[in-house]
């Protein structure tokens, strides 16, 4: 009897393993946007082990927001979370969000608010 639940622990084990080895960090698992002339296209697991999606410009990888960042004009502009920000590209109006210590960007188009990576969508 032990060396039957020893096998059902080990092929368990060897299941779970393998199942870890051949799950990769794509497209299924991240939310990805153009590139254009930023980068290649470049999925990767973060430091948190989170899949996630940038554009691969020589040693960096750069956000959505660091690949599409804001125009110099005043609607763009925060005091408190500049580093949000990103452009609209004609997808809306820049909207702010703030509350106390948190703040969030987006696009605004009628009452929907739209991310980065909804903005400048990868066009398969």
Same mark, same amino acid.
């Given at each position: 009897?032990n060396a039957m639940k020893t096998n059902l622990?080990?092929?368990?084990?060897?299941?779970?393993?393998?199942?870890?080895?051949?799950?990769?960090?794509?497209?299924?698992?991240?939310f990805s946007f153009d590139c254009e002339t930023?980068?290649?296209?470049?999925?990767?697991?973060?430091?948190?082990?989170? @899949?996630? =999606? !940038? *554009?691969?410009? $020589? #040693?960096?990888?750069? %956000? &959505? /927001?660091?690949?599409?960042?804001?125009?110099?004009?005043?609607?763009?502009?925060?005091?408190?979370?500049?580093?949000?920000?990103?452009?609209?590209?004609?997808?809306?109006?820049?909207?702010?969000?703030?509350?106390?210590?948190? @703040?969030? =960007? !987006? *696009?605004?188009? $009628? #009452?929907?608010?739209? %991310? &980065? /990576?909804?903005?400048?969508?990868?066009?398969?």
């Open positions: 009897m622990v080990l092929l368990i084990i060897s299941v779970t393993l393998i199942y870890r080895i051949n799950a990769e960090c794509g497209k299924e698992e991240a930023k980068g290649t296209p470049h999925y990767y697991t973060n430091s948190e082990g989170v @899949c996630s =999606f !940038g *554009c691969k410009d $020589g #040693d960096r990888i750069l %956000s &959505c /927001e660091e690949a599409y960042p804001p125009p110099d004009q005043p609607e763009y502009k925060s005091n408190k979370c500049q580093e949000k920000a990103y452009y609209c590209a004609g997808m809306g109006n820049p909207k702010w969000s703030e509350f106390d210590d948190w @703040c969030d =960007f !987006g *696009c605004l188009v $009628g #009452d929907m608010l739209f %991310s &980065c /990576e909804q903005v400048h969508f990868a066009k398969v």
